[in-house]
């Protein structure tokens, strides 16, 4: 079966277990970035599913909801009045128009909610989302999901067909620049497998806010 693979992380994510009983501490925000269509949205999806320990932060949005999408469970669509309000208040943690179409952003507060309840906290945005985070949080874990190959990307965006033509050819042309993002973030995890992605991407959270438990209690290496 195939498995998705996950690139040695650059930052100092280790694989122990927290104490048991051990008091809750703020958690490491984990921020999933990667290309257009390499599957982003597939994986967060999954894990919301099937990993009920794990929090992932529901994005406001100016786009209108697909078929089968619900309010406040895919994101929160909200006009263009209300997105511009949430900024002006400072209510969100990073935004970015996304595609030169519609955009989405974090809100603050229940991130930093889930933070300080110790949860294991997942945000599955963009790359300009995942670059202002990088400034205002530099302690998160930054995971870039990659595609097996760029062959397998393309195959992707056209087999989802969602996108016109044109619409296909600058989302291509994007993702050649987002591809050579990579090396600014922490960790690599290849998504050839949804399970095995979602699995991998789990396993890294876990270990990191593990890692930063031990940290805090100044408990040894
Ligand atoms: P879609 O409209 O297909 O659900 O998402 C389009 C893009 O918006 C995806 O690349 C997704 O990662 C990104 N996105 C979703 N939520 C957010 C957010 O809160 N902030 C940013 N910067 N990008 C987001």
Do not use: C
Not at 128 to 151: C, N, T
């Amino acid at each position: 079966m195939a498995s998705a693979s996950t690139r040695l992380p650059r930052s100092s994510v280790s694989l122990s277990n927290a104490e048991p009983g051990a008091r809750p501490t703020r958690s490491r925000l984990t921020v999933l970035a990667g290309p257009t269509a390499v599957g982003k949205g597939t994986v967060s999806a999954y894990i919301r599913d099937t990993r009920p320990e794990v929090w992932i932060s529901v994005s406001v949005t100016t786009r209108p909801p697909r078929p089968g999408e619900v309010d406040g469970v895919h994101y929160r669509f909200v006009d263009n009045a209300r997105f511009d309000d949430m900024i002006a208040r400072d209510e969100l943690l990073e935004w970015a128009l996304v595609h030169g179409s519609a955009r989405y952003g974090t809100p603050r507060q229940p991130v930093e909610k889930a933070l300080h309840e110790g949860r294991l906290a997942l945000l599955e945005i963009d790359l300009q989302g995942a670059r202002q985070v990088k400034e205002s949080m530099p302690e998160a874990l930054f995971v870039f999901l990659a595609p097996p190959s760029w062959d397998e990307l393309v195959r992707r965006l056209v087999e989802r067909g969602t996108e016109s033509g044109d619409e296909r050819a600058r989302r291509l042309a994007t993702a050649v620049v987002e591809m050579a993002a990579e090396k600014e973030f922490d960790a690599t995890v290849v998504n050839t497998e949804v399970h095995a992605a979602a699995t991998e991407l789990v396993a890294l959270m876990g270990s990191a806010t593990h890692r930063r438990d031990r940290d805090l209690s100044g408990s040894g290496p």
